[in-house]
Protein backbone atom coordinates (compact mmCIF):
# COMPACT_ATOMS: atom_id res chain seq x y z
CA UNK A 1 0.00 0.00 0.00
CA UNK A 2 3.08 2.33 0.44
CA UNK A 3 4.72 3.95 -2.21
CA UNK A 4 7.63 4.20 0.53
CA UNK A 5 9.73 1.33 0.15
CA UNK A 6 10.39 0.19 3.98
CA UNK A 7 14.14 0.78 4.91
CA UNK A 8 16.34 -0.77 7.43
CA UNK A 9 17.95 1.05 10.11
CA UNK A 10 21.54 2.39 9.71
CA UNK A 11 24.51 3.14 11.76
CA UNK A 12 25.98 6.47 11.69
CA UNK A 13 29.23 7.58 12.89
CA UNK A 14 30.24 11.11 14.32
CA UNK A 15 33.86 11.48 14.67
CA UNK A 16 34.90 14.07 17.60
CA UNK A 17 38.18 15.15 17.30
CA UNK A 18 40.98 16.95 18.96
CA UNK A 19 42.59 18.85 16.19
CA UNK A 20 46.55 18.61 16.29
CA UNK A 21 48.81 21.64 14.92
CA UNK A 22 49.93 19.36 11.81
CA UNK A 23 46.97 18.90 8.91
CA UNK A 24 49.01 15.74 7.96
CA UNK A 25 48.53 14.40 11.21
CA UNK A 26 44.89 14.94 11.42
CA UNK A 27 44.25 13.44 8.36
CA UNK A 28 45.69 10.08 9.48
CA UNK A 29 43.50 10.31 12.57
CA UNK A 30 40.83 10.85 10.57
CA UNK A 31 41.13 8.32 7.94
CA UNK A 32 42.23 5.74 11.01
CA UNK A 33 38.96 6.40 12.54
CA UNK A 34 36.62 6.31 10.03
CA UNK A 35 38.36 2.87 9.35
CA UNK A 36 37.47 2.18 12.99
CA UNK A 37 33.77 3.21 12.49
CA UNK A 38 33.20 1.28 9.40
CA UNK A 39 35.16 -1.79 11.07
CA UNK A 40 32.18 -1.44 13.74
CA UNK A 41 29.21 -1.23 11.46
CA UNK A 42 28.44 2.46 10.45
CA UNK A 43 27.61 3.08 6.73
CA UNK A 44 27.31 7.05 7.36
CA UNK A 45 30.83 8.77 8.58
CA UNK A 46 30.89 12.13 9.32
CA UNK A 47 33.75 14.30 10.07
CA UNK A 48 34.18 18.07 12.15
CA UNK A 49 34.32 21.45 10.23
CA UNK A 50 37.77 21.95 8.54
CA UNK A 51 39.03 18.68 10.65
CA UNK A 52 42.58 19.23 8.52
CA UNK A 53 43.73 22.06 10.93
CA UNK A 54 43.60 23.92 14.44
CA UNK A 55 40.73 26.00 13.72
CA UNK A 56 42.56 28.71 12.16
CA UNK A 57 39.76 31.66 12.00
CA UNK A 58 40.33 32.19 15.30
CA UNK A 59 43.06 35.20 13.57
CA UNK A 60 42.91 36.79 10.09
CA UNK A 61 46.31 35.84 8.81
CA UNK A 62 46.66 35.54 5.37
CA UNK A 63 49.53 33.02 5.49
CA UNK A 64 46.04 30.22 7.08
CA UNK A 65 45.60 30.16 3.16
CA UNK A 66 48.05 27.82 2.95
CA UNK A 67 45.91 24.99 4.80
CA UNK A 68 43.30 25.32 1.41
CA UNK A 69 43.24 22.28 -0.94
CA UNK A 70 41.54 21.58 -3.59
CA UNK A 71 38.99 18.99 -4.26
CA UNK A 72 39.61 16.66 -5.58
CA UNK A 73 42.93 16.34 -3.57
CA UNK A 74 45.07 15.00 -0.86
CA UNK A 75 42.02 14.63 1.71
CA UNK A 76 39.71 12.99 -0.74
CA UNK A 77 41.99 10.81 -2.11
CA UNK A 78 42.39 9.10 1.31
CA UNK A 79 38.77 9.43 2.34
CA UNK A 80 37.99 8.08 -1.27
CA UNK A 81 39.97 5.04 -0.09
CA UNK A 82 38.26 4.21 3.03
CA UNK A 83 34.99 4.76 1.74
CA UNK A 84 35.55 2.32 -1.38
CA UNK A 85 37.17 -0.06 1.25
CA UNK A 86 34.18 -0.54 3.33
CA UNK A 87 31.70 0.89 0.53
CA UNK A 88 30.58 3.55 3.34
CA UNK A 89 29.70 6.98 2.68
CA UNK A 90 31.53 9.60 4.46
CA UNK A 91 31.15 13.66 4.85
CA UNK A 92 34.56 15.11 4.76
CA UNK A 93 34.26 19.19 5.90
CA UNK A 94 37.43 21.09 3.94
CA UNK A 95 38.88 24.33 3.90
CA UNK A 96 38.14 24.19 -0.39
CA UNK A 97 40.64 26.37 -2.42
CA UNK A 98 38.51 27.07 -5.18
CA UNK A 99 40.62 29.04 -7.20
CA UNK A 100 43.32 31.89 -6.83
CA UNK A 101 42.00 34.25 -4.23
CA UNK A 102 38.31 31.82 -4.12
CA UNK A 103 37.93 29.77 -1.04
CA UNK A 104 35.11 28.48 0.60
CA UNK A 105 34.19 26.35 4.12
CA UNK A 106 32.81 23.10 2.39
CA UNK A 107 31.71 19.98 2.66
CA UNK A 108 32.71 16.96 0.28
CA UNK A 109 30.26 13.86 0.07
CA UNK A 110 31.79 10.44 -0.89
CA UNK A 111 29.90 7.45 -1.89
CA UNK A 112 30.19 3.91 -1.19
CA UNK A 113 32.46 3.35 -4.00
CA UNK A 114 34.94 6.12 -3.40
CA UNK A 115 33.17 8.47 -5.63
CA UNK A 116 33.07 12.07 -5.00
CA UNK A 117 28.89 12.73 -5.22
CA UNK A 118 29.37 16.48 -4.76
CA UNK A 119 29.99 19.26 -2.57
CA UNK A 120 28.08 21.71 0.15
CA UNK A 121 29.57 25.31 0.14
CA UNK A 122 28.92 26.97 3.67
CA UNK A 123 26.06 29.70 2.61
CA UNK A 124 25.50 31.28 5.88
CA UNK A 125 29.62 33.05 7.11
CA UNK A 126 30.00 33.68 10.88
CA UNK A 127 32.26 36.93 12.05
CA UNK A 128 32.54 37.60 15.41
CA UNK A 129 35.54 37.86 17.87
CA UNK A 130 37.44 34.43 17.80
CA UNK A 131 35.27 33.63 14.71
CA UNK A 132 36.83 35.34 11.48
CA UNK A 133 35.42 33.29 8.86
CA UNK A 134 34.03 36.41 6.65
CA UNK A 135 37.93 36.94 5.75
CA UNK A 136 38.15 33.05 4.67
CA UNK A 137 35.57 31.76 3.24
CA UNK A 138 33.31 33.21 -0.07
CA UNK A 139 29.77 32.72 0.71
CA UNK A 140 28.39 29.28 -0.64
CA UNK A 141 27.39 30.01 -4.38
CA UNK A 142 25.56 25.81 -5.06
CA UNK A 143 22.10 26.41 -2.49
CA UNK A 144 21.24 24.36 -0.17
CA UNK A 145 22.11 20.67 -1.27
CA UNK A 146 20.47 17.47 -0.86
CA UNK A 147 22.44 14.00 -2.09
CA UNK A 148 21.26 11.09 -3.02
CA UNK A 149 23.49 8.89 -0.82
CA UNK A 150 23.44 4.92 -0.40
CA UNK A 151 22.63 5.31 3.52
CA UNK A 152 19.21 7.92 2.32
CA UNK A 153 18.89 11.79 1.08
CA UNK A 154 21.42 13.84 2.88
CA UNK A 155 21.84 17.38 3.71
CA UNK A 156 25.14 18.57 4.67
CA UNK A 157 25.39 22.06 6.67
CA UNK A 158 28.07 24.15 8.33
CA UNK A 159 28.04 25.44 11.77
CA UNK A 160 26.81 28.76 11.60
CA UNK A 161 23.91 27.22 9.07
CA UNK A 162 22.56 25.85 12.44
CA UNK A 163 21.51 29.13 13.86
CA UNK A 164 19.11 29.51 10.35
CA UNK A 165 15.84 27.46 10.75
CA UNK A 166 15.67 28.60 6.86
CA UNK A 167 18.47 26.05 6.09
CA UNK A 168 16.80 23.22 7.68
CA UNK A 169 13.22 24.28 6.10
CA UNK A 170 14.78 24.45 2.85
CA UNK A 171 16.71 20.89 3.02
CA UNK A 172 13.72 19.47 4.45
CA UNK A 173 11.62 20.45 1.50
CA UNK A 174 14.43 19.12 -0.93
CA UNK A 175 13.38 15.40 0.59
CA UNK A 176 16.73 15.17 2.89
CA UNK A 177 16.07 12.21 5.52
CA UNK A 178 19.43 13.16 7.73
CA UNK A 179 20.90 16.68 8.27
CA UNK A 180 24.41 16.75 9.51
CA UNK A 181 26.31 19.45 10.79
CA UNK A 182 29.87 19.98 11.06
CA UNK A 183 30.90 22.17 13.39
CA UNK A 184 33.77 24.01 15.07
CA UNK A 185 31.97 25.94 18.20
CA UNK A 186 33.33 26.59 21.84
CA UNK A 187 34.12 28.79 24.54
CA UNK A 188 36.13 32.12 24.28
CA UNK A 189 38.25 32.36 27.96
CA UNK A 190 36.14 35.16 28.50
CA UNK A 191 32.85 33.46 28.06
CA UNK A 192 32.53 30.31 29.54
CA UNK A 193 32.05 31.03 33.23
CA UNK A 194 29.05 33.17 33.05
CA UNK A 195 27.83 32.14 29.25
CA UNK A 196 29.06 28.99 28.62
CA UNK A 197 25.90 26.29 29.53
CA UNK A 198 23.41 29.06 28.09
CA UNK A 199 25.41 28.93 25.03
CA UNK A 200 25.94 25.06 24.65
CA UNK A 201 21.77 24.26 25.77
CA UNK A 202 21.17 27.28 23.13
CA UNK A 203 23.21 25.01 20.40
CA UNK A 204 21.79 21.85 21.05
CA UNK A 205 18.14 23.42 21.36
CA UNK A 206 17.66 24.69 17.89
CA UNK A 207 19.28 21.76 16.36
CA UNK A 208 16.77 19.67 17.87
CA UNK A 209 14.43 22.15 16.81
CA UNK A 210 15.19 21.52 13.41
CA UNK A 211 14.43 18.05 13.69
CA UNK A 212 11.27 18.58 15.15
CA UNK A 213 9.48 21.63 12.63
CA UNK A 214 11.07 19.68 9.48
CA UNK A 215 10.45 15.51 10.96
CA UNK A 216 14.30 14.36 9.90
CA UNK A 217 17.41 13.67 11.66
CA UNK A 218 19.82 15.86 13.03
CA UNK A 219 23.73 14.35 13.28
CA UNK A 220 25.80 17.14 14.55
CA UNK A 221 29.44 16.58 15.00
CA UNK A 222 31.79 19.49 17.11
CA UNK A 223 35.78 19.22 17.36
CA UNK A 224 36.99 19.30 21.25
CA UNK A 225 39.55 20.27 23.03
CA UNK A 226 41.42 23.80 23.58
CA UNK A 227 43.01 25.45 20.28
CA UNK A 228 45.27 28.19 20.79
CA UNK A 229 44.96 29.96 17.30
CA UNK A 230 48.53 29.52 15.21
CA UNK A 231 48.39 33.34 15.46
CA UNK A 232 48.21 35.40 18.59
CA UNK A 233 44.39 34.84 20.32
CA UNK A 234 43.15 33.82 23.67
CA UNK A 235 41.88 30.66 22.06
CA UNK A 236 38.96 28.45 22.68
CA UNK A 237 37.72 25.79 23.72
CA UNK A 238 35.47 23.47 22.03
CA UNK A 239 32.82 21.96 23.30
CA UNK A 240 32.34 18.66 22.26
CA UNK A 241 29.24 16.88 22.70
CA UNK A 242 28.27 16.16 18.96
CA UNK A 243 24.57 14.74 18.75
CA UNK A 244 22.06 12.44 16.78
CA UNK A 245 18.62 13.43 17.05
CA UNK A 246 15.68 11.84 15.80
CA UNK A 247 12.59 13.12 13.70
CA UNK A 248 11.11 14.97 17.10
CA UNK A 249 14.42 16.08 18.87
CA UNK A 250 14.90 13.22 20.86
CA UNK A 251 18.30 12.69 21.93
CA UNK A 252 19.68 8.96 20.55
CA UNK A 253 23.20 9.78 21.45
CA UNK A 254 25.18 12.43 22.59
CA UNK A 255 28.83 12.81 22.78
CA UNK A 256 31.18 14.09 25.95
CA UNK A 257 32.34 17.67 25.80
CA UNK A 258 35.92 16.80 26.46
CA UNK A 259 36.75 13.97 24.68
CA UNK A 260 37.82 12.36 21.91
CA UNK A 261 35.34 9.75 20.30
CA UNK A 262 33.38 7.79 17.75
CA UNK A 263 29.89 8.68 18.52
CA UNK A 264 27.31 5.47 17.19
CA UNK A 265 24.14 5.96 16.66
CA UNK A 266 21.32 3.68 14.78
CA UNK A 267 18.89 5.55 13.02
CA UNK A 268 15.70 4.23 11.46
CA UNK A 269 14.47 6.31 8.21
CA UNK A 270 11.05 4.83 8.11
CA UNK A 271 10.71 6.84 11.33
CA UNK A 272 10.32 10.35 9.37
CA UNK A 273 7.19 9.27 7.60
CA UNK A 274 5.57 8.16 11.03
CA UNK A 275 6.35 11.15 12.87
CA UNK A 276 5.37 13.39 9.92
CA UNK A 277 2.01 11.48 10.02
CA UNK A 278 1.61 12.18 13.54
CA UNK A 279 2.73 16.11 13.24
CA UNK A 280 1.64 16.82 9.85
CA UNK A 281 3.47 20.47 9.84
CA UNK A 282 4.70 20.26 6.29
CA UNK A 283 1.00 19.65 5.72
CA UNK A 284 0.12 23.22 6.66
CA UNK A 285 2.91 25.94 5.64
CA UNK A 286 1.22 29.24 4.68
CA UNK A 287 3.31 29.43 1.88
CA UNK A 288 0.80 32.29 0.35
CA UNK A 289 2.14 34.54 2.96
CA UNK A 290 5.88 33.74 3.78
CA UNK A 291 7.41 36.10 1.43
CA UNK A 292 8.63 38.27 4.01
CA UNK A 293 11.12 35.73 4.25
CA UNK A 294 12.94 37.07 1.37
CA UNK A 295 13.76 40.30 2.96
CA UNK A 296 16.34 41.27 5.15
CA UNK A 297 14.03 43.16 7.86
CA UNK A 298 10.48 45.01 7.20
CA UNK A 299 10.23 48.38 8.24
CA UNK A 300 7.73 49.43 11.16
CA UNK A 301 5.43 50.94 8.17
CA UNK A 302 4.15 47.55 7.37
CA UNK A 303 1.65 47.17 10.10
CA UNK B 1 25.03 56.71 20.95
CA UNK B 2 21.93 54.44 20.47
CA UNK B 3 19.40 55.24 18.84
CA UNK B 4 17.61 52.51 20.89
CA UNK B 5 16.32 54.32 23.85
CA UNK B 6 16.49 52.08 26.97
CA UNK B 7 13.37 50.50 28.46
CA UNK B 8 12.85 49.59 31.80
CA UNK B 9 12.01 46.54 31.94
CA UNK B 10 8.35 45.16 32.87
CA UNK B 11 6.25 42.50 34.51
CA UNK B 12 3.91 40.04 32.17
CA UNK B 13 1.44 37.52 33.48
CA UNK B 14 0.50 34.53 31.86
CA UNK B 15 -2.75 33.38 32.81
CA UNK B 16 -2.69 29.23 33.33
CA UNK B 17 -6.66 28.40 33.39
CA UNK B 18 -8.58 25.30 33.81
CA UNK B 19 -11.38 25.73 31.82
CA UNK B 20 -15.27 25.45 33.15
CA UNK B 21 -18.21 23.85 31.43
CA UNK B 22 -19.61 27.59 31.34
CA UNK B 23 -18.40 30.32 28.95
CA UNK B 24 -19.42 32.90 31.50
CA UNK B 25 -17.95 31.54 34.53
CA UNK B 26 -14.42 31.51 32.39
CA UNK B 27 -14.51 35.11 31.42
CA UNK B 28 -15.55 35.71 35.07
CA UNK B 29 -12.44 34.09 36.22
CA UNK B 30 -9.96 35.25 33.44
CA UNK B 31 -10.94 39.01 34.38
CA UNK B 32 -10.47 38.26 38.31
CA UNK B 33 -6.74 36.90 37.44
CA UNK B 34 -6.39 39.50 34.49
CA UNK B 35 -6.92 41.79 37.38
CA UNK B 36 -5.33 40.37 40.33
CA UNK B 37 -2.03 39.90 38.15
CA UNK B 38 -2.26 44.23 37.21
CA UNK B 39 -2.60 44.44 41.18
CA UNK B 40 0.75 42.64 41.39
CA UNK B 41 2.49 44.59 38.96
CA UNK B 42 2.14 43.17 35.47
CA UNK B 43 1.84 45.49 32.78
CA UNK B 44 1.25 42.78 29.44
CA UNK B 45 -1.36 40.22 30.44
CA UNK B 46 -2.06 36.92 28.38
CA UNK B 47 -4.76 34.82 28.37
CA UNK B 48 -4.93 30.98 27.09
CA UNK B 49 -6.21 30.19 23.37
CA UNK B 50 -9.93 30.01 23.11
CA UNK B 51 -10.24 30.79 26.85
CA UNK B 52 -13.98 31.20 26.81
CA UNK B 53 -14.86 27.61 26.59
CA UNK B 54 -13.82 24.04 26.75
CA UNK B 55 -11.54 22.68 23.87
CA UNK B 56 -14.58 22.45 21.88
CA UNK B 57 -12.24 21.12 18.60
CA UNK B 58 -12.41 17.70 20.33
CA UNK B 59 -14.91 16.68 18.19
CA UNK B 60 -16.70 17.91 14.94
CA UNK B 61 -20.20 19.20 16.10
CA UNK B 62 -22.08 22.21 14.09
CA UNK B 63 -23.90 23.47 17.51
CA UNK B 64 -20.12 24.35 18.98
CA UNK B 65 -20.36 27.27 17.08
CA UNK B 66 -22.45 28.98 19.00
CA UNK B 67 -19.78 29.53 21.43
CA UNK B 68 -18.14 32.17 19.02
CA UNK B 69 -18.65 35.64 19.63
CA UNK B 70 -18.30 39.01 17.50
CA UNK B 71 -15.11 41.24 18.29
CA UNK B 72 -15.95 43.42 19.99
CA UNK B 73 -18.24 41.27 21.85
CA UNK B 74 -18.93 40.64 25.54
CA UNK B 75 -15.25 39.22 26.20
CA UNK B 76 -13.83 42.63 24.43
CA UNK B 77 -15.96 44.62 26.30
CA UNK B 78 -15.67 42.89 30.08
CA UNK B 79 -11.50 42.93 29.30
CA UNK B 80 -11.20 46.36 27.98
CA UNK B 81 -12.34 47.67 31.51
CA UNK B 82 -9.97 45.90 33.26
CA UNK B 83 -7.03 47.20 31.05
CA UNK B 84 -8.13 50.79 31.17
CA UNK B 85 -8.81 50.66 35.17
CA UNK B 86 -5.68 49.14 35.28
CA UNK B 87 -4.21 50.53 31.74
CA UNK B 88 -2.25 47.16 31.22
CA UNK B 89 -2.22 45.68 27.58
CA UNK B 90 -4.02 42.37 27.43
CA UNK B 91 -4.18 39.90 25.13
CA UNK B 92 -7.66 37.56 24.92
CA UNK B 93 -7.58 34.61 22.47
CA UNK B 94 -11.41 34.28 21.07
CA UNK B 95 -13.17 32.06 18.85
CA UNK B 96 -14.62 34.88 16.79
CA UNK B 97 -17.76 34.75 15.11
CA UNK B 98 -16.69 37.23 12.13
CA UNK B 99 -19.89 36.54 9.85
CA UNK B 100 -22.54 34.35 8.87
CA UNK B 101 -20.08 30.99 8.76
CA UNK B 102 -17.11 32.69 8.90
CA UNK B 103 -15.42 31.79 11.76
CA UNK B 104 -11.86 32.43 13.32
CA UNK B 105 -9.27 31.35 16.19
CA UNK B 106 -7.98 35.06 17.14
CA UNK B 107 -6.42 37.09 19.35
CA UNK B 108 -7.17 40.78 20.13
CA UNK B 109 -4.82 43.10 21.82
CA UNK B 110 -6.38 45.19 23.71
CA UNK B 111 -4.24 48.89 24.73
CA UNK B 112 -4.04 50.29 28.49
CA UNK B 113 -6.31 53.22 27.19
CA UNK B 114 -9.00 49.98 26.79
CA UNK B 115 -8.41 50.50 23.02
CA UNK B 116 -8.38 47.65 20.68
CA UNK B 117 -5.15 47.72 19.18
CA UNK B 118 -5.67 44.87 16.41
CA UNK B 119 -6.45 41.20 16.08
CA UNK B 120 -4.38 38.60 14.92
CA UNK B 121 -5.99 35.41 12.84
CA UNK B 122 -4.63 31.93 13.22
CA UNK B 123 -2.76 31.53 10.18
CA UNK B 124 -1.36 27.77 10.26
CA UNK B 125 -4.75 25.81 11.45
CA UNK B 126 -4.30 22.28 12.99
CA UNK B 127 -6.47 18.96 12.55
CA UNK B 128 -5.36 15.65 13.66
CA UNK B 129 -7.30 12.99 15.84
CA UNK B 130 -8.74 15.36 18.92
CA UNK B 131 -7.47 18.72 17.11
CA UNK B 132 -10.29 19.04 14.52
CA UNK B 133 -9.81 22.79 13.97
CA UNK B 134 -10.02 23.17 10.11
CA UNK B 135 -13.62 21.93 10.96
CA UNK B 136 -14.41 25.33 12.54
CA UNK B 137 -11.37 27.71 11.58
CA UNK B 138 -10.95 29.89 7.77
CA UNK B 139 -7.49 30.05 8.14
CA UNK B 140 -6.08 33.43 8.81
CA UNK B 141 -5.87 36.19 6.20
CA UNK B 142 -4.69 39.39 8.23
CA UNK B 143 -0.95 37.53 7.66
CA UNK B 144 1.58 37.60 10.77
CA UNK B 145 1.25 40.84 13.02
CA UNK B 146 3.14 42.88 15.09
CA UNK B 147 1.47 45.13 17.36
CA UNK B 148 2.82 48.35 18.63
CA UNK B 149 1.81 48.48 22.20
CA UNK B 150 2.68 50.54 25.44
CA UNK B 151 4.79 47.47 26.55
CA UNK B 152 6.71 47.21 23.31
CA UNK B 153 6.50 45.42 19.91
CA UNK B 154 3.88 42.58 20.59
CA UNK B 155 3.03 39.99 17.92
CA UNK B 156 0.43 36.94 18.98
CA UNK B 157 0.57 33.71 17.24
CA UNK B 158 -1.45 30.74 18.12
CA UNK B 159 -0.62 27.44 19.63
CA UNK B 160 -0.13 25.62 16.02
CA UNK B 161 1.62 28.65 14.91
CA UNK B 162 4.46 27.56 17.38
CA UNK B 163 5.85 24.66 15.32
CA UNK B 164 6.63 27.12 12.15
CA UNK B 165 10.14 28.24 12.17
CA UNK B 166 8.58 30.95 9.22
CA UNK B 167 5.90 32.73 11.17
CA UNK B 168 8.28 33.77 14.67
CA UNK B 169 10.99 34.72 11.56
CA UNK B 170 8.93 37.48 9.91
CA UNK B 171 7.16 38.51 13.45
CA UNK B 172 10.71 39.22 14.40
CA UNK B 173 11.62 40.65 11.07
CA UNK B 174 8.79 43.14 11.62
CA UNK B 175 10.63 44.19 14.90
CA UNK B 176 8.35 41.91 17.10
CA UNK B 177 9.80 42.32 20.44
CA UNK B 178 7.58 39.67 22.36
CA UNK B 179 6.05 36.24 20.41
CA UNK B 180 3.43 35.29 22.85
CA UNK B 181 1.56 31.88 21.99
CA UNK B 182 -1.77 31.28 23.34
CA UNK B 183 -2.32 27.55 23.62
CA UNK B 184 -4.35 24.57 23.91
CA UNK B 185 -1.70 21.83 23.83
CA UNK B 186 -1.86 18.42 25.56
CA UNK B 187 -1.87 14.36 25.52
CA UNK B 188 -4.55 12.57 24.60
CA UNK B 189 -4.92 9.49 27.23
CA UNK B 190 -3.83 7.12 24.58
CA UNK B 191 -0.49 8.89 23.99
CA UNK B 192 0.48 10.04 27.35
CA UNK B 193 2.48 7.24 28.08
CA UNK B 194 4.61 6.49 25.63
CA UNK B 195 5.01 9.73 23.86
CA UNK B 196 3.98 12.22 26.58
CA UNK B 197 6.98 13.43 28.01
CA UNK B 198 8.49 14.06 24.25
CA UNK B 199 5.92 15.56 23.25
CA UNK B 200 5.59 18.40 25.69
CA UNK B 201 9.30 18.37 25.34
CA UNK B 202 9.90 19.49 21.73
CA UNK B 203 6.80 21.36 22.38
CA UNK B 204 8.83 23.57 24.74
CA UNK B 205 12.29 23.24 22.89
CA UNK B 206 10.91 24.54 19.46
CA UNK B 207 9.09 27.51 21.10
CA UNK B 208 12.88 28.26 22.92
CA UNK B 209 14.50 27.80 19.53
CA UNK B 210 12.70 30.63 18.18
CA UNK B 211 13.48 32.64 20.90
CA UNK B 212 17.07 31.85 20.28
CA UNK B 213 16.82 31.78 15.90
CA UNK B 214 15.27 35.23 16.29
CA UNK B 215 16.35 37.43 19.30
CA UNK B 216 12.95 37.65 20.65
CA UNK B 217 11.40 36.88 24.22
CA UNK B 218 9.05 33.90 23.69
CA UNK B 219 5.37 33.55 25.46
CA UNK B 220 3.64 30.68 26.03
CA UNK B 221 0.32 30.39 27.74
CA UNK B 222 -1.28 26.89 28.06
CA UNK B 223 -4.99 26.12 29.76
CA UNK B 224 -4.26 22.97 32.13
CA UNK B 225 -6.60 20.16 33.37
CA UNK B 226 -8.62 17.23 31.87
CA UNK B 227 -11.28 17.86 29.58
CA UNK B 228 -14.00 15.49 28.29
CA UNK B 229 -15.24 17.21 25.16
CA UNK B 230 -18.76 18.53 24.78
CA UNK B 231 -19.26 15.78 22.10
CA UNK B 232 -18.15 12.02 22.13
CA UNK B 233 -14.69 11.56 22.92
CA UNK B 234 -11.75 10.68 24.90
CA UNK B 235 -10.96 13.68 26.51
CA UNK B 236 -7.64 15.95 26.28
CA UNK B 237 -5.42 16.86 29.27
CA UNK B 238 -3.93 19.81 28.70
CA UNK B 239 0.09 20.23 30.05
CA UNK B 240 0.24 23.53 31.45
CA UNK B 241 3.76 24.17 31.39
CA UNK B 242 3.08 27.99 30.14
CA UNK B 243 6.48 29.75 30.37
CA UNK B 244 8.62 32.91 29.53
CA UNK B 245 11.98 32.76 28.25
CA UNK B 246 14.47 35.17 27.27
CA UNK B 247 15.97 36.09 23.68
CA UNK B 248 18.94 33.14 23.81
CA UNK B 249 16.03 30.53 24.76
CA UNK B 250 16.81 30.40 28.72
CA UNK B 251 13.41 29.78 30.29
CA UNK B 252 12.83 32.73 33.32
CA UNK B 253 9.79 31.13 34.56
CA UNK B 254 7.53 28.30 34.26
CA UNK B 255 4.24 26.93 35.59
CA UNK B 256 3.54 23.35 36.78
CA UNK B 257 1.79 20.71 34.43
CA UNK B 258 -1.42 20.45 36.67
CA UNK B 259 -2.16 23.73 38.74
CA UNK B 260 -4.14 27.19 37.78
CA UNK B 261 -1.61 29.80 38.75
CA UNK B 262 -0.63 33.37 36.87
CA UNK B 263 2.80 32.79 35.82
CA UNK B 264 5.12 36.26 36.42
CA UNK B 265 7.70 37.12 34.71
CA UNK B 266 10.51 40.57 34.40
CA UNK B 267 11.22 40.81 31.01
CA UNK B 268 14.17 43.92 29.87
CA UNK B 269 13.75 44.22 26.27
CA UNK B 270 17.23 46.10 26.08
CA UNK B 271 18.31 42.15 26.32
CA UNK B 272 17.14 41.76 22.66
CA UNK B 273 19.79 44.43 21.52
CA UNK B 274 22.24 42.67 23.50
CA UNK B 275 22.12 39.35 22.53
CA UNK B 276 22.09 40.08 18.94
CA UNK B 277 25.14 42.31 18.65
CA UNK B 278 26.59 38.87 20.82
CA UNK B 279 25.14 36.55 17.80
CA UNK B 280 24.65 38.32 14.97
CA UNK B 281 21.71 35.94 13.39
CA UNK B 282 19.53 38.70 11.67
CA UNK B 283 22.74 39.91 9.40
CA UNK B 284 23.70 36.92 7.87
CA UNK B 285 20.48 34.94 6.39
CA UNK B 286 20.72 34.12 3.01
CA UNK B 287 17.83 36.16 1.47
CA UNK B 288 19.44 35.56 -1.97
CA UNK B 289 18.47 31.62 -1.91
CA UNK B 290 15.60 31.28 0.42
CA UNK B 291 12.99 31.09 -2.54
CA UNK B 292 12.11 27.59 -2.37
CA UNK B 293 10.84 28.31 1.65
CA UNK B 294 7.35 29.91 -0.60
CA UNK B 295 6.60 26.00 -1.82
CA UNK B 296 5.09 23.47 -0.61
CA UNK B 297 7.79 20.83 -1.80
CA UNK B 298 10.41 20.28 -3.88
CA UNK B 299 10.71 17.60 -6.39
CA UNK B 300 13.92 15.27 -6.26
CA UNK B 301 14.83 16.58 -9.71
CA UNK B 302 15.60 19.86 -8.29
CA UNK B 303 19.32 18.57 -6.97
Same mark, same amino acid.
Given at each position: ?? @? @?????????????????????? %????????? =??????????????????????????? !???????????? !??? =?????????? #??????????? #???????????????? +????? $???????????? /???????????? +??????????????????????????????????????????????????????????????????????? %?? $?????????? /???????????????????????????????????????????? %??????????????????????????????????
Amino acid at each position: MS @S @SPQQTPLIVALIQMRMDDDPQR %NLQAATERA =DEAAKRGATLICLPELFRSRYFCQAED !PLNFELAETIPG !PST =DALQRVAQAH #RVTILAPLFEK #RSKGIYHNSVVVIGQT +GQLIG $VYRKMHIPDDPG /FYEKFYFAPGDL +GFKVFETAVGRVSPLICWDQWFPEAARIAALRDADILVYPTAIGWLPSDKTAEGPKQRDAWKTIQRAHAIA %NG $VFVLSVNRVG /FEQPYSAGPGIEFWGSSFVCDPFGEIINEASMEAEEILFATIDL %NRIERTRRSWPFLRDRRIDDYQDLLRRYGDKTWN
